[in-house]
């Protein structure tokens, strides 16, 4: 494959490729023709999108130099869950650019007749794979509840049928992972929190639950869902929802009432981790895993992007211990931004945090926040070698022969 055309937008939203120009991959403040090894067809279910307030920069064949396109507009995939992207797009901001939404800006460029992007596939599942749902289907089991009192399962359905939640929408379908969002609040600001946004900001991109609910409500919906899927997993820790670990009481009930009626299904929280004596409590009632978001294993970087409220980075580290302690399984939610995770003091820290907690995955999940926006609120130096995402993951592979790569949340079946 010859070097991969730019992809551009006009003042129409119109996108094509852009003849006489190759596109630039950009990581943090560098920008670079991609190798060519690094892309790959274009994924299903991906989407190509325009970036406002920006203009692309791009390699002149002609000219045999770098430019400025100010005339067209940036082109960026979001790659579909499963795939993590190796680079953003190449872009600089125009005077007075607003924040871009909560979306992930993987590098898409166009090469004989077919899209290509910048990315890795981790996980090949399709636990979030809604090209096959039939939503007649959906709609025809969320109308069974309609008469529930259960304040959940109607959250459940307009999670499904407003937002087109994957979670919600495998609940009325009886497969994967359900849902179980308990916690309206949280004691951390993240910026790139995708269900709160302070005003001024770029906009949320769900609303968050409105209420606590019971933890007979919380159980209802757990037994329901393991007495109908194959492998199933009931997770607290939504995209909806707050912290759960600030409704540990409720939580810890819950799992008393799944497991008096069943052994069966895995009980998974995602988590910030923060709050160690909580996370004994739960473990102890059952819990069987726990996913800790991350975006960072150096303090410094954590506390400017979590911006958390009456906890610090040792606490995360702790609840990973406590859990460890049970034998729990631990993955991270490993937050990846090009240009950041792959830097090697980053890189060298993250290896030291594996050794020091015993963490049993790592689910590589693309940050979702602006990435030229990230680097300043983070205050990243450009004075890091830069690895590549893919050297980073060959080598903890390589270190590390027993840590698992993926996506999704593992059922219990699939611990060891």
């Known amino acids: 494959m010859s070097n991969p055309a730019l992809v551009v937008a006009d003042n129409k939203q119109k996108i094509f490729e852009l003849p006489g120009f190759y596109a630039y991959a950009q990581a943090g403040d560098k920008i670079w023709l991609p190798p060519q090894e690094e892309l790959i067809p274009l994924p299903s279910g991906s989407k190509l999108f325009f970036l406002p307030d920006r203009y692309p920069v791009a390699f002149n064949i002609k000219k045999h130099c770098y430019e400025e396109l100010r005339d067209f507009y940036p082109v960026a995939a979001f790659v579909p869950p499963g795939y993590t992207g190796l680079y953003s797009t190449a872009y600089k901001e125009r005077k007075g650019a607003r924040t871009l939404p909560l979306f992930s800006y993987s590098l898409v460029t166009y090469h004989r007749g077919a899209y290509y992007v910048a990315a890795i596939r981790v996980d090949r ?12 289907i959906v709609r025809q089991k969320a109308r ?21 939640c994957p979670n919600a929408v495998n609940f009325f379908l009886g497969k994967y992972e359900c849902p179980l969002p308990v916690s ?5 600001r993240c910026i790139g929190c995708i269900s709160f946004q302070p005003r001024g900001s770029c906009p949320h991109t769900q609303p968050r639950v409105t209420f606590v ?42 799992i008393r009432l799944i497991r008096r009626k069943t052994a069966r299904g895995t009980i998974h929280m995602n988590t910030n981790a923060s709050l160690s004596r909580q996370v004994r409590l739960l473990c ?3 819990l ?6 991350i975006n960072s294993v150096r303090p410094e970087f954590y506390q400017r992007y979590y911006l958390p409220r009456g906890y610090a980075f040792g606490d995360v580290r702790n609840s990973i211990a406590v859990a460890k302690q049970y034998k729990k399984f631990v993955s991270l939610n490993y ?17 030291r945090f594996i050794r020091r907690t015993g963490i049993d995955m790592i689910q590589w999940r693309n940050l979702n926040y602006d990435p030229r926006r990230y680097f300043k609120r983070l205050k ?32 219990k079946e699939q611990f060891l």
């Open 144 to 164: 069974l509840f309609k008469n529930t009192k259960n304040r959940l399962i109607r959250q459940l359905a307009d999670c499904a049928l407003t937002n087109f």
């Open 288 to 293: 069987d895993s726990m996913r800790v978001s």
């Open 335 to 351: 937050l990846v931004m090009p240009g950041f995770t792959d830097r090697e003091d980053e890189f060298e820290e993250l290896v």
């Open 380 to 411: 990243v130096s450009s004075n890091s070698r830069l690895l590549g995402m893919r050297a980073v993951m060959r080598q903890l592979r390589k270190r590390f022969p027993k840590l698992r790569f993926g996506y999704f949340n593992v059922p």
């Open 213 to 254: 609910p019971t933890a007979d409500e919380v159980a209802e919906i757990a037994l329901l869902h393991i007495q109908t899927a194959l492998n199933p997993v009931v997770s607290f820790g939504q995209g909806c929802e707050g912290e759960p670990l600030l409704e540990a009481d409720i939580v810890r009930d819950a």
């Open 125 to 136: 599942r399709k636990n979030h794979d809604m090209r096959a749902v039939d939503w007649k």
């Open 284 to 286: 102890k009632a059952g």
């Open 184 to 188: 309206p609040s949280c004691n951390a």
